[in-house]
């Protein structure tokens, strides 16, 4: 079965740094192309981050140059490294697994198949 | 970046009704368009991928269709348990975006 648990949210000032983790089960993080999705309190999804199998990192340009995805092989764990974090990084932070489909009509579409339950991450003096 | 947009933003409806939401892709994205429903405090769900395609486990009351820059997700009886924000999502750039979201609550 196929598991997705992320920790490590909390409350952090503004300015402050937190690493957030997701553990994965029933399949391999580096062989997935896995994605960081936010939302803020009581609004929408918003794309953070995505690692692809080979490796290859792409961000939203809200968080470029502050917040870092990796993956960690031999753990089969996603962190989300946030730094000079803002007010407006507040929300609920999910990881998920992105299935590409290889064939037939939906060939080359990704989709989020899988999502964990979320951490809260609130950026508060 | 794409940018996402759902019609309507919010719409009250009885248990049986026929329902329909639209998105729209600021550019062409094929058929790189994924539905998902959300409930409070839970994850996002994926009912519909690629357009059209049902995710395994999703009811059949569920539908999706459209290409290039209209899509439409339709609820063909809604049932007690689809009240929820529902979103529309591209993958077809690299910078993936979500639509608003269309929240359906009982009328």
């Known amino acids: 079965e196929v598991q997705l648990v992320e920790t490590g949210g909390g409350l952090i000032q503004p300015g402050g740094s937190l690493r957030l983790s997701c553990a994965a089960s029933g399949f391999t993080v580096s062989s997935n192309y896995m994605s960081w999705v936010r939302q803020a309190p009581g609004k929408g999804l918003e794309w953070v981050s995505v690692?692809?199998?080979?490796?290859?990192?792409y961000y939203a340009d809200s968080v470029k140059g502050r917040f870092t995805i990796s993956r960690d092989n031999s753990k089969n764990t996603l962190y989300l490294q946030m730094n000079s974090l803002r007010a407006e990084d507040t929300a609920v932070y999910y990881c998920a697994r992105a299935t590409y489909c290889s064939g037939g009509s939906c060939y080359g579409v990704r989709y989020f198949d899988y999502w964990g339950q979320g951490t809260l991450v609130t950026v508060s003096s | 970046d794409i940018q996402m947009t759902q019609s309507p933003s919010s719409l009250s409806a009885s248990v049986g009704d026929r329902v329909t939401i639209t998105c729209r892709a600021s550019?062409?994205?094929?058929?790189?368009l994924n539905w998902y429903q959300q409930k409070p405090g839970k994850a996002p769900k994926l009912l519909i991928y690629?357009?059209?395609s049902l995710q395994s486990g999703v009811p059949s009351r569920f539908s999706g269709s459209g290409s290039g820059t209209d899509f439409t997700l339709t609820i063909s009886s809604l049932q007690p348990e689809d009240f929820a924000t529902y979103y529309c999502q591209q993958s077809y750039s690299t910078a993936i975006t979500f639509g608003p979201g269309t929240k359906v609550d009982i009328k």
């Open positions: 690692i692809y199998s080979g490796g290859s990192t």
């Open positions: 550019q062409s994205i094929s058929s790189y």
């Open positions: 690629a357009a059209s």
